[in-house]
C-alpha cells in the first residue's frame, strides 16, 4: 500500500519553474528510474536503500541529503524492511534562478552546488533541522498563500542554499564519507564513462562488454543491478537527454538531432523520445525552448 502526500505549486508565472512535495511512501521495494531538466534537492527524513545517481549509488538514511544536478538519472530502491520512506523533494529549474531578482547576484554560486561532485551529504543533527525547517516554512507559505508569499519563499531558498553550500565547504576536499567507492561503484562509473564518451556511435551490448574486457553476461547483470537500467535503455536515456539539451540550446532540425545523439531512424527516435517524455520532439521544444 503507498500513499503520496504532495503539496506542488506551479499555478503562478513566477512559481511555474518551481515545486516541492513532502512525500510518505509505505511499500515494498520499488524502483523510480528518471531524470528532470530541473535541479533537485531531495532530503530523506526516514527509511532505508539505496540511491542511484548518475553514475553511483549510495546508501539512503534518515538526515541524508541528494543533490541531482539537471538530467542527472537517478533512482531509489526502497529496502524491504523499510516500512516509512518520508522525503522532501525540491525542484528548481535554471529560469526560476535567473528571472528572480533574490537570486540574480548568487546565481553561479547557488547553481554550483549541484556541481561540485558531492551528491550524497550526511546531514549532522543541527544541519537537518536547519533544513528541514526552511523546508516546512515553504511548504506552510505555499499552502496559506499569505500577501507576499512568493517573495518568502524565494528568501527561505536562498537561505536554504547558502546553509547547503557551507556544508559542502565544510567537507574536506568536497568529499564525503558516503561518496567513497567501492569496487562496484568504480566498475559501474568505468561502464557509464564509455556510455557517455561513445553514446553517438551505434554501440551493443557485445561491443562495451569486449571494449572493458568483462563478459556481455555479466555486464547486463551487473548493470541492472545496479542502476535498474538494461545497458540500451540507459544508453537510449543518454542519448534522449543530450537530444533535450539541443531541442531547448539549439535551433538545430530534429533529424541533425537524431543522428548527432545516435539514432539512425528519426522514427525510433520520435519514439523513444515519447516513451520517456509522453511527448514528441517537437512539443518538448515548444514547451522548453
Known sequence: MSK???KEF??????KDFSISHRKTSSTVKYYKHYHNAYEILMQNSGSGEFFIKDNNYNMTAKTLF?????????TLVKKNSSNYDRFVIQIKAPFLKNNCIFE???????????KGIKCINLDDIEYKKIKYLTEKIIMESTKKNYGFEPIIHAYLLQMFIIIDRILENQPEYSSSNDKKTDSNLQLEEIIDYIDNNYQNNITLQQIAEELYISKYYLSHFFKKNTGFTVIEFVNSKRIIEAQKMLIKSSDNITDIAVNVGFNSLTHFERIFKKINGITPSQYREIEG
Open 10 to 15: 506551479n499555478e503562478s508565472p513566477l512559481m
Open 4 to 6: 503520496n502526500f504532495q
Open 67 to 75: 543533490l541531482i544536478d539537471e538530467f542527472d538519472i537517478h533512482r
Open 105 to 115: 547576484k548568487y546565481n553561479f554560486r547557488l547553481t554550483d552546488i549541484f556541481k
